[in-house]
């Protein structure tokens, strides 16, 4: 190639949620823009072996445990219900096929080049490719940006073989349902997954190394989303710790201590779903070499700008400090090649909401009440429960409460949190009115659809404000 053909203004390294979108959204900018990504299909962590098959796998499992142990109560008979696990795994990488082969459509549209290979940065400016089909390829670029994403947090003592012990990229691909699925954290993925299999058959037991499920959500949200998963099966044993695990031919032996130390006790499963978080990913980018300061764990640093510690070179997403989010990454994508095309931006970090997919939804954006109690802040709290929603009455989804806080003098909107149907997707709302600076009162002079899951948002308002209307 031409060293014309090897020069571009900017060059993405990851094309996941966050790599991808800001390679389109630089190519809409004018800049001649390539993307590298190992990876045999496009989309990075979330759309591969994340987000979306996991998204798939809930919905699919919720229908069949609803057609199983629900739909009678709607006067709908359909004798025994049977699972065909392989059918449902082949729609999920149906899904996951045809959204990651939509990215390389758009980047055909957008003119965004795709380099198949795995990228370094041997010195400032330049990107060298290991070209997946062999040889190497160096592009030349005025601006790097690293979008590397993460992976999971190995957890001491206990191997990854994603056939027994796996991390969430095993469980998404199970060929058959456990008898007993022990879920090492109680955090997002560990839930989600762990509500899968329980739905389709599995004993799950959920092991946590803390006093409480979710760590960052509200409090009083997820001592709820507790008691409503442990209705649906899900067995937990918290302040407890995985020291050790031996795979033996029949099944897997866990060594598991309390976490504030004690005998361990031996705990038998059939498979292990190790999920304690996620860290950055950084291996082989030659970011030390090079000079770029990462953090004591692992994250690349940036200014507000996304730059690194070396001018040009960028970095957004799960490998910098930050909610470790998709919609997150997108965000810092979007606004780091705007301000490289002379645009302002900024993403607000204390306003990125976050969903957990189980059943019933768990949603929150803003501050929680453990955190505004400790900054002294005053504030107001509304509740709404579901079952006193009519929309949710009349379709049987009655579980959990939106809770509303705002500013004790000023009214402004601090937080909003919601475990029920639709909460992720009811939850937009007050983000769009947090970042407009809205108060609880706004919210509830805001005109609800009737009957809607929504009015319970309405009410929270209105219960924060003290003359909640139907409770």
Not at 1 to 20: K, L
Not at 61 to 67: I, L, N
Not at 306 to 328: N, Y
């Amino acid at each position: 190639m031409s060293e014309t053909q090897n020069r571009f203004d900017v060059v993405v390294i990851g094309a996941g949620p966050g790599g991808y979108v800001a390679a389109i959204r630089a190519a809409q900018l004018g800049m001649t823009t390539a993307c590298v990504d190992s990876r045999g299909a496009l989309g990075g962590t979330c759309l591969n072996v994340g987000c979306i098959p996991s998204k798939a796998l809930l919905h699919s499992s919720e229908r069949f445990a609803a057609a199983r142990d629900r739909y009678a109560e709607h006067g709908i008979e359909l004798g025994e219900v049977k699972l065909d696990l392989g059918r449902m795994m082949s729609r999920k990488d149906d899904v996951v096929a045809g959204l990651t082969k939509g990215i390389g459509q758009l980047f055909k549209k957008n003119g965004v080049e795709h380099v198949h290979g795995t990228g370094c940065i041997p010195k400032p400016g330049e990107v060298e490719v290991a070209l997946e089909g062999g040889g190497t390829r160096t592009l030349v670029a005025d601006r790097i940006v690293i979008a590397t994403g993460s992976d999971s947090t190995p957890l001491p003592g206990v191997e990854i073989d994603e056939k027994r012990i796996v991390t969430s990229t095993g469980a998404l691909a199970l060929d058959a349902v456990p008898e007993h699925l022990v879920v090492v954290g109680a955090g997002v993925i560990g839930l989600e997954l762990g509500s899968v299999w329980r739905r389709l058959g599995a004993r799950v037991t959920v092991i946590e190394y803390l006093d409480r499920i979710l760590p960052g959500m509200d409090h009083e949200l997820a001592r709820h989303a507790q008691r409503l998963l442990g209705k649906q099966g899900l067995e937990f044993r918290l302040s407890s710790a995985v020291k050790r695990a031996e795979v033996g031919t029949d099944a897997v032996a866990l060594s598991v201590e309390a976490a504030a130390g004690g005998a361990a006790e031996s705990l038998q499963a059939d498979v292990v779903l190790v999920a304690v978080g996620r860290r950055p990913y950084t291996e082989g980018l030659g970011l030390d070499e090079v000079g770029v300061t990462r953090d004591d764990r692992g994250f690349i640093q940036v200014d507000d700008r996304f730059e690194t510690s070396v001018p040009g070179i960028h970095a957004i997403g799960d490998c910098i400090p930050g909610p470790m989010l998709a919609h997150k990454a997108e965000e810092d994508g979007v606004v780091c090649v705007e301000m490289l095309a002379g645009q302002s931006g900024h993403v607000d970090y204390g306003k990125v909401p976050a969903v957990v997919y189980t059943a019933p939804e768990i949603a929150g954006v803003g501050k929680t009440e453990d955190e505004l109690r400790e900054a002294g802040v005053g504030y107001n709290a509304g509740k709404f429960p579901f079952l006193a929603n009519s929309r949710g009455r009349a379709i049987g989804e009655t579980d959990g409460f939106v809770k509303v806080l705002a500013d004790a003098k000023a009214d402004r909107l601090l937080g909003v949190h919601i475990i029920g149907p639709f909460a992720g997707d009811l939850l937009q709302e007050a983000v769009v009115a947090l970042e407009f600076g809205a108060s609880a009162e706004d919210l509830a002079r805001t005109v609800h659809s009737h009957p809607a899951m929504g009015e319970a948002v309405k009410e929270a308002a209105l219960a924060a404000l003290g003359r909640a209307i139907h409770v």
